[in-house]
């Protein structure tokens, strides 16, 4: 698709390319990056599927788009997507995948269709005090110096911002506005994040700075990501006769290196712990995702804390032995190298009494079993130690969930700090303690928590 000021090219097909049936394309990863970019070069660039091979380390495809059942964890996911109207390169992308579940319709069709009759919005984006109402009141409460501050970093120059902090370009009116607290929590933001990121979130999302409040810009899918967006994705690229092969772990690539030009000449890789490797020649194609948020994550479990994982991290070190040959790949460690500062963690929670989305539907104030938006985005509690937010999206969250159950997504900021009713840091808590703190920020009288708590499943990263 080409963008202009109208339609007149929106809707042209490209030519086929010269040369394109000797071409081949290997994708590292299986995330969203390699699974529209094989299917960009199949519908614009005239690229058989048979020619185009995906290599991924793990035993299914979708990176950071996951979500499944584990049968000794229950429901897993490990984060989800916050989408809004212009995702141009994904709209694009889905209008031409068929929906699994509605026949002669797009995944594009389907996903208009339900946020057009069950539109997204927050009744309650803040709470307090076990429960209770933050009163936040769309307000953004941005003193004038503030907003000086804020108007500052959207209108400087990229290089005014590059190697700063956050809070070395915001003061405290900024950091106890409302607005920090709806823009931190939605984005997943700390004060010593890079100013130039902040920036760039500015820009990205400025046409919808005046729904942060209640997140009403937001689209959600009809289930987990994983399962309304991958599958039907991965279904049509294998149709094509895309190949995917599984327990590939890339670990070099090799480069002819020359003035002004970098050319691939090998891929090496473990396959299922058995070294191999395949020539890159003139005529093939290489595309890598390298580094990823969810690299080395752990799963903990009901009665098991997660595992800090401080490698080996197979995207982040391929990465790095790229970036060794040449300066111009780029520095991985400004990224990857301060676990500390970088580390976060979610919990997956499945309730399992019928007690406790009761108190869901109190701040919600919707009904979690309705099939329509339940939260409408995350909902932050304003005095929580781990300034704690969680999300239960349209129920079931999951096919083939129970429907007398809810899946809720927690995550927390200040994973280090000792919680206000699990006096221990997130990061140290079971699955079973996690859930005690959520309960106890619902409102559930404490007497009650630690029974409910030992009768939901959740899973904690």
């Not at 090219?9 to 970019?37: H, I, Q, Y």
């Not at 982040?316 to 111009?328: H, M, N, V, Y």
């Amino acid at each position: 698709m080409y963008y202009s000021s109208g339609n007149y090219e929106a809707f042209a097909r490209p030519r086929k390319p010269d040369g394109v049936d000797s071409k081949t394309a290997w994708f590292v990863g299986s995330g969203l990056a390699a699974l529209s970019g094989a299917a960009f070069m199949i519908r614009d660039g005239h690229v058989r599927g048979d020619r185009i091979t995906i290599l991924e380390r793990l035993n299914l495809p979708g990176g950071a788009l996951d979500g499944g059942w584990d049968p000794e964890r229950g429901f897993v996911i490990r984060g989800g997507r916050e989408m809004e109207e212009h995702f141009e390169c994904l709209w694009d992308l889905f209008r031409s995948i068929p929906s699994l579940e509605l026949e002669g319709a797009s995944v594009l069709d389907e996903f208009y269709w339900l946020n057009k009759d069950d539109p997204n919005y927050s009744l309650q984006r803040v709470t307090v005090n076990q429960g209770q109402d933050a009163h936040t009141d769309g307000l953004f409460t941005l003193g004038e110096e503030a907003q000086k501050e804020l108007i500052a970093v959207f209108l400087a120059a990229r290089k005014q911002m590059e190697g700063k902090r956050i809070d070395e370009v915001f003061g405290s009116e900024f950091f106890n506005s409302n607005f920090w607290l709806y823009w931190r929590t939605m984005f997943a933001f700390e004060e010593w994040h890079s100013a130039l990121e902040m920036k760039l979130y500015l820009h990205r999302f400025i046409h919808h700075i005046g729904g942060l409040p209640n997140l009403r810009a937001l689209k959600f899918t009809k289930y987990n990501q994983y399962e309304s967006l991958v599958s039907p994705l991965c279904k049509w690229l294998l149709e094509q006769g895309v190949i995917f092969r599984y327990g590939v772990e890339v670990t070099d690539i090799d480069f002819d290196i020359k003035r002004g030009r970098k050319q691939v000449t090998g891929i090496h890789w473990l396959e299922n712990g058995i070294a191999g490797n395949v020539d890159i020649g003139p005529d093939d194609l290489v595309f890598m995702t390298i580094g990823s948020l969810t690299e080395s994550s752990d799963i903990g479990g009901h009665q098991a804390a997660p595992r800090l994982d401080e490698g080996p991290a197979p995207a982040w070190d391929l990465w790095r032995r790229i970036a060794a040959k040449d300066t111009a790949f780029g520095r991985p460690n400004a990224f990857g190298g301060n676990i500390a500062a970088t580390k976060w963690e979610s919990a997956t929670i499945t309730t399992l009494d019928a007690r406790i989305p009761g108190y869901i539907r109190k701040i919600a104030k919707r009904d979690p079993f309705s099939g329509r938006v339940v939260t409408g985005g995350i909902v932050t509690v304003k005095d929580s130690s781990w300034l704690l937010s969680w999300t239960a999206n349209r129920q079931p969250h999951f096919k083939h969930q129970p429907r007398d159950q809810v899946v809720v997504w927690v995550y927390s900021l200040f994973v280090e700090k000792d919680g206000d009713y699990v006096k221990k840091p997130m990061q140290d808590c079971t699955g079973e303690e996690i859930t005690q703190e959520w309960l106890y920020h619902l409102g559930v009288p404490v007497a009650s928590i630690s029974e409910l708590a030992a009768r939901a499943s959740k899973r904690c990263r």
